[in-house]
Nanobody, 129 residues
Framework: QVQVVESGGGLVLPGGSLILSCGVS????????IGWFRQVLGTDRGGLSC??????SKFYADAVKGRLTISRDANTVSLQMNSLKPEDTAIYYC????????????????????????WGRGTQVTVSS
């Protein structure tokens, strides 16, 4: 089973940038995706971005499109976050995902947490002055 570990969270000023990294291990195939999610206390975990490992396709949630960039280098998936706002404060999770669901729906394209096969422990990002 694919395992993921996040790193790179911390405190950043409004308008600043941060790069989160996701270390990926345990993969026996290239047919999966890595997604980034975040959770604000008291709310559901929401999808931000996803990259399919076998073809490099990238997907972004509308709310963050233009401010986030996902990339992959070997066994690391990074999330570059720019123009950060206080409302971006959350715990950020990396996850290994199945690209397709049981009825052929594409979990990766909608960054759907139902497709997650394993979660990281999360890393706190705080945007504050």
């Amino acid at each position: 089973q694919v395992q993921v570990v996040e790193s790179g969270g911390g405190l950043v000023l409004p308008g600043g940038s941060l790069i989160l990294s996701c270390g990926v291990s345990g993969s026996t195939s290239n047919y999966y995706a890595i997604g980034w999610f975040r959770q604000v206390l008291g709310t559901d975990r929401g999808g931000l971005s996803c990259i399919i490992t076998y073809d490099g396709s990238k997907f972004y949630a509308d709310a963050v499109k233009g401010r986030l960039t996902i990339s992959r280098d070997a066994n690391t998936v990074s999330l570059q976050m720019n123009s950060l706002k206080p409302e971006d404060t959350a715990i950020y999770y990396c996850a290994a995902m199945n690209v397709f669901g049981p009825r052929g729906e594409r979990y990766s394209d909608s960054i759907d947490s139902r497709g997650v096969s394993s979660w990281g422990r999360g890393t706190q990002v705080t945007v504050s002055s």
